[in-house]
């Protein structure tokens, strides 16, 4: 029976049953009574018991189906770090409370079978947990404590609120204070409180630097060290590109070309080339590292890859999609070393649209290598300094940022939204501790690459969607009529407005918002607010265009050494040139294809949230050490239980409710409004307001404000990322960044 038929053979059952004439029966009553034949009865009782387990049906004692006497549900569970829960069952617009003494040791993500007390259905729905129907948390990262011979495992993850008691014997001798990964062996039941588990891994100590973001990595199930196979296959790797492979590639090593990078970026996949033609239109070559030569299909090299689909950069680190022999050597395209690419060398006119293009296998040989300070130096400041150390490649940089700004002309001109947020840079020092942090801008040079590479992956995605072979496309939906909707309310309290039809909005009218804002105090708020509107970019197989570029055509080709589905377009392109994606390849990628980008932005989305969970726990890490100093911050969002405060340096923190101590308060989506016995108090979104820090917690993420007098030594908050002056003048320490790494 299929999943389609079982769901409309149930959904018959449940109209009989919910009959007002019907009366509980028997199977064979039902069969009879639904006209079903002898020989399908099995089929009948496959159904029936798939209500029951449901909790759709109860079988009585005399073995007849009816409604059961408390309404059952299945949903998932969400855990509270006070004891107490929540479930969320599908098509319900509320979830269901669960009491703390009812959770039935339930834990975070757990699937549950739950009955919902039908008298208090005037006010919110209280439930409890009946039986725990899948796990979800088999393997748990926790602080260690020794107890005797035993020990305990305190979860990292708050929703998680039960300890693992872990028995003598099964903590690979882990002492307390340790980090741990736990593999839970016996989850608890009513009458024994604690799961019981093993420890599988020791991550390091508390005291240890690095231990808390590996703590956080592990948590995500972030892969660490390459696996035996993988090294061995490296071993096997080149460290320089033979004469044979260069056979049969187009030679653009004469051609001038350079990479522009951060300055700790080491795994170099893309550089750039640009020259006049003869007809006065540019030649805008994007070279790219052929890994997919040195990473071949179904060898454990690309199994891994696949594994990680994504390299992953927390605060302190970076964890490599490949090998670092692979993404900083025989792939990185080293200044002055040949090396394979798969260059896009495009033709583009005055007014920025690419009139021909031709995709191949190349060989080049990188110039130089530049920094996007370097170069913002010679295209924005004219420094004389760096113009004379890079004399001969000025001219071509000058040209980048002349052919960038009639790039981003045309795509601006069709509804691109650039959602520029500051990023965080957060610095440490030698031991891992914060010491800084600040709002990282993009500048003229980041944005000349960026420009550059959309180019390069709108060209091709276009030139292989016209030939109709099976490709991996980066789409981007449509936002959700009901959300714009909301949107457009919203923005409506600051006199602003957004043009939609039945909920539906062209991307220029986001465009012109965000332009409508820019140097406002609501600025950032109403960017993030309308970024959280949309929907979240993923892979697929269907080219179904990108909202937020406004593009019809885009995939992922610059960056193969990072991402996956860059890597498996490169092999479908390279087939494709050499003519072998026959019917058999085609069929063989058709098949593949679906799964690869489901895999893929699913990983990705797991990447996102550890990174942001490192740069949230390094934020409060930072913050721990300021309680009691005051900062100038603009309020980012107003909710029933208080206020959130955005410092210039990026940090967030929340003013609570039950901190004001005044009578009462008042609250809408943008205003926050106190009335006391003293004095009455008027909030608003995206207002200036002084703040002293009063607490953080790293494990919870939280930071925790009080509104505060404006200091009489205070600096503007436009002149420094800090409000008042900082008597830490001796800080130092490594600046840790990674190349623009932007999810468009």
């Not at 020791?202 to 231990?211: A, K, N, R, Y």
């Not at 406004?550 to 479908?572: G, M």
């Not at 990628?589 to 990705?604: K, Q």
Request: net charge negative.
């Amino acid at each position: 029976m299929t999943e389609e038929e079982l769901k409309r053979r149930k959904e018959t059952i449940m109209a009989l049953v919910n009959d007002p004439m019907y009366m509980p029966m028997k199977i064979k009553d039902i069969a009879v009574f639904l006209d079903i034949p002898k020989t399908r009865r099995p089929e009948l009782t496959e159904v029936l018991n798939s209500l029951v387990d449901e909790g759709k049906l109860r079988i009585s004692a005399k073995g007849k189906y009816g409604k059961p006497e408390k309404s059952i549900f299945i949903g998932t569970f969400s855990a509270n770090a006070k004891g107490f829960g929540f479930v969320t069952v599908e098509g319900m617009e509320q979830d269901i409370f669960i009491p703390g003494d009812k959770t039935g040791n339930a834990m975070q993500g757990d699937k549950v079978k739950i009955t919902v007390d039908a008298e208090r259905r005037t006010r919110r729905a209280e439930g409890m947990v009946l039986e725990i129907l899948e796990h979800a948390n088999e393997r748990i990262v926790g602080y260690y404590r020794k107890n005797g011979d035993s020990g305990f495992v305190l979860p990292d993850s708050r929703k998680i609120t039960q300890t693992i008691y872990i028995p003598a014997g099964k903590d690979m001798g882990a002492s307390t204070g340790h980090k741990v990964v736990v593999h839970i062996t016996d989850f608890s039941n009513r009458d024994r409180q604690k799961p019981e588990g093993e420890v599988t891994e020791i991550i390091g100590h508390v005291s240890e630097p690095g231990t808390d973001i590996l703590s956080i990595l592990k948590a995500y199930e972030i892969p660490g060290e390459f696996p035996p196979e993988v090294a061995k296959e490296v071993r096997s790797v080149p460290s320089s590109v033979t004469e044979q492979k260069k056979t049969g590639r187009r030679d653009l090593r004469d051609v001038q070309m350079v990479t522009i990078d951060g300055e700790d970026a080491k795994d170099l996949d893309d550089a750039v080339s640009l020259s006049r033609n003869p007809d006065g239109t540019w030649h805008l070559g994007v070279h790219i590292a052929d890994v997919s030569d040195y990473v071949k299909e179904n060898s454990a090299l690309d199994k891994e890859a696949l594994n990680r689909s994504t390299s992953v950069y927390p605060v302190d680190r970076v964890v490599p999609m490949l090998p670092r022999e692979l993404s900083n050597g025989i792939c990185s395209l080293n200044e002055g070393e040949d090396r394979l690419a798969l260059s896009c060398l495009m033709d583009i006119d005055e007014k920025g649209n690419v009139t021909g293009h031709e995709i191949c296998e190349s060989v080049i040989n990188v110039n130089r290598r530049m920094t996007y300070t370097a170069v913002n130096m010679i295209i924005t400041n004219h420094d004389p300094e760096q113009s004379d150390i890079y004399g001969d490649l000025v001219p071509m940089f000058e040209d980048m940022e002349t052919l960038s700004l009639l790039i981003r002309k045309r795509r601006s001109e069709r509804g691109y939204i650039d959602f520029d947020f500051p990023e965080s840079k957060i610095i440490l020092d030698e031991k891992g501790k914060p010491v800084d942090i600040r709002a990282y801008e993009h500048n003229a040079a980041t944005r000349l690459i960026e420009d550059f590479m959309l180019v390069a992956n709108e060209t091709v995605a276009e030139d292989y969607f016209w030939q109709q072979v099976p490709f991996l496309y980066r789409v981007h939906d449509n936002p959700d009529p009901e959300k714009m909707q909301a949107l457009s309310t919203f923005i409506h309290n600051f006199g602003l407005t957004m043009r939609t039809k039945n909920g539906e909005v062209h991307p220029k009218e986001i465009q012109k918002l965000l332009r409508g804002i820019e140097g406002t105090e609501a600025e950032s708020l109403i960017s993030r607010i309308t970024l959280r509107s949309m929907k979240q970019a993923r892979y697929s197989t269907e080219c179904t265009g990108h909202f937020g570029l406004a593009a019809k055509y885009y995939c992922h080709f610059t960056s193969p050494i990072r991402r996956y589905p860059d890597l498996q377009i490169h092999r479908i392109i390279k087939e494709n040139l050499h003519g072998e994606l026959k019917e058999k390849r085609t069929e063989h990628y058709r098949s593949i294809l679906p799964g690869v980008a489901e895999r893929t932005s699913a990983l990705e989305r797991r990447a996102d949230e550890a990174e942001r969970e490192t740069l949230k726990y390094k934020k409060c890490e930072y913050m721990e050490s300021r309680i009691g100093e005051v900062y100038e911050g603009v309020i980012s969002g107003v909710t029933s239980f208080g206020m959130y405060v955005e410092l210039p340096n990026t940090v967030e923190g929340l003013i609570r409710v039950s901190e004001l101590k005044d009578d009462y308060y008042e609250y809408s989506a943008e205003t926050f409004e106190l009335i006391g016995t003293t004095k009455n108090r008027h909030y608003c979104l995206g207002e200036k307001i002084w703040v002293t820090v009063e607490a953080a917690d790293k494990l919870a993420r939280t930071i925790d404000f009080l509104p505060a007098e404006k200091p009489e030594n205070s600096i503007p908050a436009e002149e420094d990322v800090y409000a008042i002056p900082a008597d830490k003048g001796k800080k130092h320490g490594t600046e840790r960044k990674h190349k623009a790494h932007r999810k468009q």
